[in-house]
């Protein structure tokens, strides 16, 4: 009994910082949204993906966030299963949506730095609606054969997972029978949506390093790389913490305790929609 209650202690003081980053989350995304929709000097491109990434992060944590409060402040700790495989679609889905966002940034910063006099005439309202499309179908398609993969198998062992949310990997290791498709799925899915959007953000950044070292003067080189410390700053918190994730799932993953799992993800989730609005409104001086 005492242990149990020591539990429940530690639950709510956990809760009450991750209650505040969700509410953080909450008004700063809202208000990136709202201030971007209403206000016309920041319907340019830049915006555009600013306010595309604060609404995948908003559906990202709203997904996951007031079920791990729930489990803290009332120790609801059941989920239907299939209210556990919809989690996990929606989780992974905008997780990816939110991946090919920071590319599209990437790919954004690029043109408006190596093409600034052709910015306005690549960069369409239609080119970025398409953009846009395109990521959300790539995010949401390639998730769709998780929930089908994961239902098909048998669970004859326990069926309690040490994290707070539905988990692709977590819910699979469950399983008492062989999970090698759901794993060589899972390496497909990381090369077609991370891999290749890091690679695409490299480049690009690449390409604008090169571009800004050729400026002839310092104040210009400056601002140029003034205006992609934000996006770096994102790229850092969302990519560090889901590669973690992912590759100590799959490769040693017993070496490391599960608490730290748990922690690592839970941030993954949460970093993201918390900071971002905060390093955005802070580094943009138009914002």
Request: charged residues 10%; positive net charge; aromatic residues 12%.
């Amino acid at each position: 009994m005492p242990l149990f209650n020591s539990l429940c202690l530690v639950h709510v003081w956990i809760s009450f910082p991750v209650c505040t980053m969700y509410i953080i989350s909450l008004v700063g995304n809202l208000g990136l949204v709202y201030l971007i929709y209403y206000e016309e000097s920041l319907h340019h491109p830049m915006y555009f993906f600013l306010a595309m990434i604060s609404l995948t992060d908003l559906l990202t944590c709203t997904t996951t966030l007031p079920n791990a409060l729930c489990i803290f402040w009332f120790s609801l700790k059941e989920i239907n299963f299939n209210a556990c495989l919809a989690q996990m679609f929606f989780v992974h889905g905008f997780t990816g949506v939110e991946s090919g966002v920071l590319m599209l940034m990437a790919l954004d910063r690029y043109i408006a730095i190596c093409y600034p006099l052709r910015y306005a005439t690549i960069l369409t309202n239609l080119i970025i609606a398409k953009a846009g499309l395109a990521t959300f179908l790539r995010g949401v398609l390639l998730m769709i054969p998780f929930p089908f993969l994961v239902k098909h198998l048998p669970f004859c062992q326990s069926n309690i997972i040490s994290h707070t949310h539905c988990d692709h990997m977590s819910v699979v290791k469950l399983s008492c029978a062989s999970i090698k498709v759901n794993v060589i799925y899972g390496l497909m899915v990381a090369l077609l949506i991370g891999v290749f959007d890091i690679c695409c953000i490299s480049l690009s950044y690449t390409m604008i390093v090169k571009a800004v070292i050729s400026f002839s003067s310092s104040d210009a080189r400056q601002k140029a790389f003034s205006t992609c410390t934000a996006h770096i700053s994102a790229i850092i918190i969302t990519y560090v913490p889901a590669f973690f994730t992912f590759f100590t799932h799959r490769f040693g993953g017993h070496k490391i305790p599960p608490s730290l799992h748990v922690i690592v993800a839970n941030l993954y989730l949460l970093l993201p929609p918390t900071v971002n609005p905060i390093v955005y409104g802070v580094k943009t001086k138009q914002i």
